[in-house]
Each structure stands twice: as C-alpha cells, then as structure tokens.
C-alpha cells in the first residue's frame, strides 16, 4: 500500500523536525549524559533531540493521514533572507558589542516589513525582547556577557 500525502505542509514540517532532531541527538551523544539529578551536558540536547523527533513523526504521520489535501504555494523568499539575516547579525554582534546592539538588530531585521507599517510597535516589541534577555541571561543565570560595547563607558 502506498502512502500519499494529503497536507504536504505538516508533511515537509515533519520531515524537518525529524532531521533536526537527528542531528541534536546524534551530535549530543558526543557528552557525557550524566543522572536526572546530575545532568552532564549531554543530558538536555538528547532529551530535546527526542522531543524534535517525536514532534516531527507526528507532523508527518498527520500530513500522510490528513482529511483534506493541502499543498505548499510559493516560498516567500525576502522574509525568510531578513530572519535569516537578523539571527546571523546576533551572532556577529553578541560577542563584541554585547546583548543591546545584538537583540535590537535582531528585532529590527527579523520585523523589516512590520518596521515599514508600525514602527512604534516593533520598538515595544524590541525593547520587551531586550529587558526579558536582559532578566534572563545578564541577571537571571549571569552568563558574562556585556550588555552594551564596553568601549561605551
């Protein structure tokens, strides 16, 4: 018997959860796993490698057995490049100018359209982003990170 898709979007949406968490659970095999109550740095990617796996035969399972067919229409290219572009801008700027700089180009290239409409709301939406990495990261776990450039101060 041979299985057709019927919704091609949780199908493809499957298929690339199920190789993403390929990939997180075979690289993360290369740590030590440790216990439940001593995790080794292995410990969360596998169990989160597991989590992508079973989340992605679901998705396919479910586009293999939908009621209505779906298809895939064209990709919108330019969004895709500026998320893209904003999460490669993070990382380029995390290290030298520090969480600030990194967050708001993140927000502002990940937004460009929204920017162009209601810039009022993309600035509310980069400045929550900012002091909920900040809470987070600076003083909730205190990773050394710099906030702004310390050439700033």
Do not use: K, N
């Not at 064209?74 to 100018?97: C, E, R, S, Y």
């Amino acid at each position: 018997m041979r299985a057709h898709i019927r919704d091609a979007r949780a199908f493809w949406a499957g298929v690339i959860f199920l190789a993403f968490g390929s990939f997180v659970v075979v690289h993360a095999h290369a740590y030590s796993m440790g216990t439940a109550t001593q995790m080794g740095p292995g410990y969360f990617p596998t169990l989160l490698g597991i989590v992508l796996l079973a989340l992605g035969a679901i998705s396919a399972w479910r586009g293999v057995r939908a009621g209505r067919r779906t298809i895939i229409g064209a990709w919108p290219l330019t969004p895709l490049l500026f998320v893209l572009a904003g999460v490669l801008a993070f990382a380029a700027l995390i290290t030298d100018w520090g969480l600030g700089p990194a967050v708001i180009a993140l927000v502002l290239l990940g937004c460009h359209e929204r920017l162009l409409r209601r810039p009022l709301e993309v600035a509310v939406i980069g400045a929550a982003l900012l002091a909920m990495a900040t809470g987070i990261f600076i003083y909730g776990i205190q990773l050394p990170i710099d906030l702004w450039p310390s050439s700033l101060w």
